[in-house]
């Protein structure tokens, strides 16, 4: 991953995985690459939701 990439924050595929995520306060769930190192928890604080332009209100999805 060179410095653009950094910069711009997109994920390096071989640095990061895959997990899908829910929006608490629309029920949005999407996929998204988040890098090594960090958490769900850590990369929500930073996320915004695209339905409900909501920041921070991503976590974990669990199908049941």
Same mark, same amino acid.
């Given at each position: 991953m060179g410095l653009k990439e950094w910069l711009? #924050?997109?994920p390096d595929p071989k640095k990061s995985y895959q997990v899908k995520v829910i &929006?608490? %306060?629309c029920d949005r769930v999407i996929t998204v690459?988040? #890098?090594?190192g960090w958490s769900v928890e850590g990369w929500s604080k930073n996320a915004k &939701?695209? %339905?409900c332009k909501r920041k921070g209100?991503?976590?974990k999805y669990r199908q049941y």
């Open positions: 711009k #924050g997109e &929006c608490t %306060n690459r988040i #890098g090594h &939701c695209a %339905n209100s991503f976590q």
